[in-house]
């Protein structure tokens, strides 16, 4: 069984930076190398949307147009950990924050979508103030 843990949202004002963190355990640092991983968001109302998601080698990342060039997805995998810098932040990207990760190795299918996605996190909130 695969638990992750975010970390790292609070309150911020508009333009200002925070960086989570999505601590994995239940799988060995050979494993968690081999898993892509994504980061979604879900704001009151709204359906749980893509935001980022990073390939098991770390090699490719790719990003909802609308944190294209504001956030960064990264990972380091010898602490089994994929990071959020979200930089010049809106009101509009206030929203609890999940990462998430499948359950078959390698490739990046259809990383868009949740149901992708067999792992999730309990979520952090991050709220941009105006």
């Known amino acids: 069984q695969v638990q992750l843990v975010e970390s790292g949202g609070g309150l911020v004002q508009a333009g200002g930076s925070l960086r989570l963190s999505c601590a994995a355990s239940?799988?060995?640092?050979?494993?968690?190398?081999?898993?892509?991983m994504g980061w979604f968001r879900q704001a009151p109302g709204k359906e749980r949307e893509f935001v980022a998601a990073?390939?098991?080698?770390?090699?490719?990342?790719y990003y909802a147009d609308y944190v294209k060039g504001r956030f960064t997805i990264s990972r380091d995998n010898a602490k089994n950990t994929v990071y959020l810098q979200m930089n010049s932040l809106k009101p509009e990207d206030t929203a609890v924050y999940y990462c998430?990760?499948?359950?078959?190795?390698?490739?990046?299918?259809?990383?868009?979508?949740?149901?992708?996605?067999?792992?999730w996190g309990q979520g952090t909130q991050v709220t941009v103030s105006s």
């Open positions: 239940g799988r060995t640092f050979s494993a968690f190398s081999s898993y892509a």
């Open positions: 998430a990760t499948p359950k078959s190795p390698y490739g990046m299918g259809s990383y868009v979508l949740p149901t992708w996605y067999d792992y």
């Open positions: 990073i390939s098991w080698s770390g090699g490719s990342t």
